[in-house]
């Protein structure tokens, strides 16, 4: 592979030798085959049967970016960029149909492939369990709400362990267990298209149940040399001042979306400020007997962290209306900063310090558990208008990877036990709602022919690797 001008020069930026560099993935999102190989159907298939016109483009999930398919080249691909690890996701539905039943030969087979490809190429897989690809029966039963789904999945996990754990050390139970919640229960951009805040909290409590079964199950397959833990997009929550209405406003955004899984996934116990909010307005969950003992009792080895933008917030600015559905929205006001830095393509501010403070709060908090970067990256539409001799030019990326990455470095430097970066994503995906109206890959995808072609930040990203730094 011809190497473009990387733009490295001296290295400033060093870091350890067993960094984990990759990319991020999900079984959704690449492999497409979406109703080949004895794959069941999950809700993103269901949804976008029923409703085409709510996806871009009307772009679903059957083909995405072919890794069912062309999985050898993209490795290989991996390998010749200098990743020494690639997270992926195990799909539920295609290693089970339906959820629960018979496992699918074919689906094994498959899984065994990618795993063994991988490491025969010198990359480490990382594998996740679940990341929002609900088999249709099981959501059809209540999905998270079900405590015959939370038990499914705790059988699903045993199964994977079985099968793929002599090979896969690092394992995740899910990816950003928060976003279903907010998507299918709360703001209506994920299937089922739920507004109910008392489901909300069942689904998100139940997540967390199932969540501790799967680490339980881990435990108990005894895989050599094996961790466990999962992946949260943790989003900080600034106040917008230090006025104590602001601060108590960015306190509770923290309780509702980070601690609520954050908290009993590494300390095995909810922060009792969140218990006292939600029995305050009648929304604790159903529990069962052994629950908390179970969440207590399986904790997790390490933690995925995904970091794409903060969260800012200031005190009510009115009262919410009665009538309307509880959100979390009652607790406080989104805010937006003046001279904020934005990607005007997501619509999402860009603070890279963000990715510094989360560290510092893992390491004096949260026993400095051992982390790392699982996803970060920048989506941008009509990347086709940079291309230059053949490639995207997207020095906008590799800025945005570096100037993370300079944060990443000082929290190393200061202590913290983070252990690698991982964008999102190794190449163009499908993503859910969107489809491939942002890309994000370091190799871009033609979806007419499928051709990949690595973008500039893909050499300055394999330069880094050779180099250890930047």
């Given at each position: 592979m011809e190497r473009a001008d990387d733009g490295i020069k001296d290295v400033q930026y060093r870091f350890p030798k067993d960094f984990w560099l990759g990319g991020a993935s999900s079984a959704t999102q690449i492999e497409g085959a979406a109703r080949e190989g004895g794959k069941g159907l999950n809700?993103?298939?269901?949804?976008?049967?029923?409703?085409?016109?709510?996806?871009?483009?009307?772009?679903g999930p059957d083909t995405t970016s072919d890794f069912y398919h062309r999985y050898r080249e993209d490795i290989k691909l991996m390998k010749e960029l200098g990743h020494n690890s690639f997270r992926f996701s195990i799909s539920w539905s295609r290693l089970i149909p339906g959820g629960i039943g018979e496992v699918n030969p074919e689906a094994v087979d498959f899984y065994n492939r990618v795993i063994d490809e991988l490491l025969a190429n010198g990359i480490e897989p990382f594998a996740n369990l679940y990341h929002f690809d609900m088999p249709l029966e099981m959501q059809q039963l209540g999905g998270w709400e079900s405590r015959k789904v939370v038990e499914a999945y705790a059988r699903y996990a045993r199964i994977c362990f079985e099968k793929f754990g002599d090979r896969v050390k690092k394992w995740f139970t899910h990816n950003e267990p928060i976003v279903p919640v907010e998507g299918g229960y709360l703001y209506d951009f994920h299937y089922p298209n739920i507004v109910d805040f008392r489901r909300a909290v069942q689904v998100a409590y139940h997540t967390i149940v199932a969540h501790a079964k799967a680490v339980k199950a881990f435990r108990e397959a005894n895989i050599k040399d094996g961790k466990i833990g999962i992946i949260l997009n943790?989003?900080?929550?600034?106040?917008?001042?230090?006025?104590?209405?602001?601060?108590?406003?960015?306190h509770i955004a923290d309780l509702l979306f980070n601690r609520s899984f954050l908290d009993p996934a590494v300390k095995g116990e909810y922060p009792q400020d969140l218990i006292?909010?939600?029995?305050?307005?009648?929304?604790?969950?159903?529990?069962?007997e052994g629950d908390l003992e179970l969440i207590r009792e399986h904790t997790i080895d390490w933690l995925g962290v995904n970091y794409y933008q903060p969260r800012r917030v200031k005190a009510k600015e009115t009262l919410p209306n009665p009538y309307a559905p509880f959100m979390p929205e009652r607790f406080f006001d989104n805010y937006e900063m003046p001279g904020r830095k934005m990607n005007p393509y997501r619509g999402w501010e860009i603070y890279e310090k963000g990715i510094y403070d989360i560290l510092i709060n893992l390491r004096d908090n949260y026993g400095n558990i051992e982390c790392f970067i699982s996803e970060n990256g920048m989506g941008v539409q009509n990347e086709e208008r940079f291309i230059k001799d053949g490639i995207i030019q997207d020095d906008y990326r590799i800025d945005f990877i570096k100037e993370h990455?300079?944060?990443?470095?000082?929290?190393l430097s200061e202590g913290c036990n983070v252990k690698g970066y991982h964008l999102w994503a190794f190449m163009d995906c499908w993503s859910w709602t969107n489809a491939y109206k942002n890309r994000y890959g370091f190799v871009s995808v033609d979806l007419k022919t499928q051709k990949r072609t690595p973008k500039k930040s893909a050499y300055w990203f394999k330069a880094f690797a050779e180099n250890g730094g930047f």
């Open positions: 809700i993103w298939d269901y949804w976008f049967e029923k409703e085409p016109h709510r996806f871009y483009d009307g772009v943790l989003t900080p929550s600034y106040p917008r001042s230090e006025h104590p209405a602001d601060r108590q406003a960015a006292d909010l939600l029995k305050a307005h009648g929304f604790l969950p159903v529990t069962q990455l300079k944060w990443v470095h000082k929290a």
